[in-house]
């Protein structure tokens, strides 16, 4: 089982990024996903879900209306389109595989990609 995040990288205030996070090993759609960022001195903290059965969705309040999560079943990978981006939001992003607990609780994640860095900068 692994999990691979891409597509991070360096953007101005105000633009966009997609992140990637492609799954091997397992389906995607059996499981929930999300992504989570971890700022420089700061915890990780949940940014977004999206569930296995209904494709429901949940997003922290920071990035809701900006970061609309998806999931492409055929690709086994999920995708965080990211726009109007703001110097808050530089952070590592990691995707995880969500071991059947509460989606916000960390250690209810099993598998963790990676991560991939983003800085919003000018």
């Known amino acids: 089982v692994q999990l691979q995040a891409s597509g991070g990288g360096l953007v101005e205030p105000g633009g966009s990024l997609r992140l990637s996070c492609t799954a091997s090993g397992f389906s995607l759609d059996y499981y929930h996903i999300s992504w989570f960022r971890q700022a420089p001195g700061k915890e990780r903290e949940v940014v977004s879900c999206?569930?296995?059965?209904?494709?429901?969705?949940y997003y922290t309040d920071t990035v809701t209306g900006r970061f609309p999560i998806s999931r492409d079943n055929a690709a086994n990978t999920m995708y965080l389109q990211m726009n109007s981006l703001k110097a808050e939001d530089t952070a590592v992003y990691y995707c995880a595989r969500n071991g059947g607990g509460r989606l916000v609780l960390i250690a209810e994640y099993d598998y963790w990609g990676q991560g991939t860095l983003v800085t919003v900068s000018s």
């Open positions: 999206i569930s296995s059965y209904d494709s429901a969705t």
